[in-house]
């Protein structure tokens, strides 16, 4: 991929090492512990962007949906090798058993039988059905709908049969009901709560699920406590008496706990330089393990005025369009001022490489055909040719009496606050101002429609965060970018096109793909729409990112997958004699 560098790459100073623990560790070791978990048998997670929410339908943060897995599963989930892993499910569909149909039309899945939720109550094809009620209703505003609007019903063929039936042709049968977004929800906790009235649910926060764990203690925004389900199919197999899921913090004083002071076993999401996770993993107490997947880095334009109300009082709202990003030929200047590489040697390392792409994986979609340039003089020649110039000689372009002042949010994380550096600069260099802004992961990612700082909201020029397609089929993923998927008032903020980007030709695209069963026919359309919006400069991508993760020497029988969350064979796991 072509990289040009027309001058010299800017410089990011880093940050010392002496980082405190403090509160983050003297939160591992419980007050309360039960006389029944002895030390070795209690598992000790660190997760710095904390858990806020237990029901993963009504969130858009990572975070949430790692703690929410612990105890909820899906009918099935893909492994790395992108082989479909049955849960809930007694068998995988093909078209040889019958499950899936020939005319791509329907997928019958049967269920595994005895299968108890944490609280006693049998689990049947019921609580699939009514999955699919809930996530579809509107009212609920659920931030997993798109991956289920290709269905047109959802039959009960039996207790322990359902029937999938969709649209249209759906060469991506399997990804309602599967992976992280599959994750199931008991009918007996949420029928009473299907509705506006979605998020006052106790099993919000006391999930009910399925799994290995069942909840016993939750605080949002600091902890959760789990303890065996007695009620899991398989308990007897169960080695961790207890689990502790700290939230809070940084990433780096995560990593430190389990790499070198040995106070925890597993830190989540480490967005950390490279240069410190190598010195703390020499105190010898763990090891990090980086998996590449699908996750990317990106910045988002807002097409839409975030500083501009409508009647309602919305902001950020298809009214008012923005005043400079509508045009391409900012948004492309904006682009070549952005110094990829600096980002991803120096913040990064061996956990990150720049990308010019929008979707990362599985290979057989990743585009050839894009590149990634950083040329200032090119950026700069291109806001003169769009007439925007320093009229009043401040520093700061403008045009028509508009200044070029943009507001650049993301989560505060050390690595974000200097990769936001480095782009304040690059687009400093051109006349740009920008002010940058960090909140905090538990309301950045909160998917709470009231929550103005939420990236559904984005109620700023620029946004940054790291996200990726949850399934080897990326057609979810390929939809967040369509017009019907625009976060606005009339969805509650649930939809997942937070740019307000939308281009007829790129929906045409996705309608065609969803339902193109042959596969290289399929692979070529899927391409060409993450071509679109490179060349339309619809979006930044900045760095290929590993999820990343901190593990004790103590643990073994962890698999990670790209296609589910870190936890997703918590059962397996276990501490080394």
């Known amino acids: 991929m072509k990289k040009n560098r ?34 070795q048998e209690v598992l000790r997670l660190l ?47 093909t078209r040889e058993n019958g499950g899936v149909a020939a005319d791509g039309k329907s ?94 649910a106790p099993a919000n926060l006391m999930a009910v699920g399925t799994g290995p764990f069942r909840v016993v203690e939750f605080k949002p925004g600091d ?33 430190r706990a389990v790499l070198q002071t040995g106070d925890a076993d597993f830190a989540f999401n480490l967005q950390t330089e490279p240069q410190v996770l ?32 409508n009647a309602e009082g919305d902001r950020s709202t298809l009214e008012f369009p923005h005043p400079f990003f509508t045009d391409p030929q900012v948004r492309e200047a904006f682009n070549l001022a952005i110094d990829r590489e600096t980002i991803a040697e120096q913040l990064y390392g061996l956990t990150g490489k720049p990308t010019p792409n929008f979707l990362l994986a599985p290979d057989r979609y990743v585009s050839q055909n894009t590149s990634y340039e950083f040329n200032l003089e090119k950026a700069a020649e291109l806001l ?38 480095i782009v304040k600069q690059g687009l400093s260099e051109i006349g740009v101002q920008v002010e940058l802004k960090s909140i905090d992961p ?35 993923y390929l939809k967040t970018y369509t017009c019907s998927e625009i976060s606005r008032q009339e969805n509650n903020w649930s939809g997942q096109n937070f740019s307000r980007y939308c281009n007829p030709t790129y929906d045409q695209l996705w309608e065609q793909a969803k339902r193109e069963l042959d596969p290289e026919k399929r692979q070529q359309l899927i391409i060409q729409m ?28 962890v698999e990670l997958t790209p296609w589910d969350r870190n936890i997703w064979n918590i059962k397996d796991w276990k501490r080394k004699e």
Not at 116 to 125: M, Y
């Open 107 to 200: 997928v019958t899945w049967k269920l595994k039988r005895d299968i108890q939720w944490s609280d006693g109550t049998s689990f049947t094809a019921a609580d699939v059905a009514f999955t699919y009620e809930y996530i579809t209703n509107p009212e609920t505003a659920s931030a997993s709908a798109a991956t289920y609007d290709t269905i047109e019903s959802v039959e009960t063929l039996d207790d322990y049969t359902i029937k999938i039936n969709f649209k249209q042709i759906n060469p991506a049968w399997s990804m309602p009901f599967v992976g992280s977004e599959g994750m199931i929800l008991p009918r007996h906790k949420f029928a009473e709560y299907n509705g506006v009235n979605a998020r006052q």
């Open 442 to 476: 538990s309301i950045y990612f909160a998917g709470d429609p009231s929550n103005p700082d939420s990236i559904n909201r984005f109620y700023a020029d620029l946004q940054m965060f790291t996200t990726g397609n949850a399934s080897p089929a990326p057609d979810r």
């Open 278 to 309: 190598q010195q703390l993993e020499a105190g010898g107490k763990g090891r990090v393990i980086a998996n590449f997947g699908p996750l990317g880095e990106r910045i988002q334009f807002n097409l839409t005025d975030p500083n501009r109300a």
């Open 6 to 39: 027309d001058r010299p790459r800017l410089v990011v100073s880093l940050l010392a090492l002496s980082l405190v623990v403090g509160s983050v560790l003297s939160a591992c070791t419980p007050a309360t512990q039960t006389p029944t978990a002895p030390p």
């Open 384 to 421: 003169d040719e769009a007439g925007w110039q320093d009229s009043n000689n401040n520093g700061i372009r403008d045009k028509d009496g508009v200044e070029m002042t943009v507001l650049f949010q993301t989560s505060v994380n050390p690595v974000r606050q200097k990769t936001q550096e």
């Open 223 to 255: 902890t959760v406590v789990y303890e065996p389900n007695p009620y899991f199919r398989e308990a007897e197999t169960v080695y961790f008496k207890r689990i502790e899921l700290k939230g809070g913090g940084d990433s780096t004083s995560a990593a």
């Open 47 to 93: 997760y710095w962007q904390a858990p806020t929410i237990l029901n993963p339908h009504l969130s858009v943060g990572f975070k949430d949906w790692e703690a929410s897995r612990i105890t909820l599963e899906p009918l099935a989930s893909y492994d790395e090798n992108g082989e479909l892993v049955p849960f809930l499910a007694a068998e995988i569909p």
């Open 530 to 557: 993450n071509d679109l919006l490179i060349n339309d400069m619809a979006v930044i991508p900045l760095v290929h990112r590993a999820d990343a993760i901190a593990l004790s020497n103590s643990i073994e029988g």
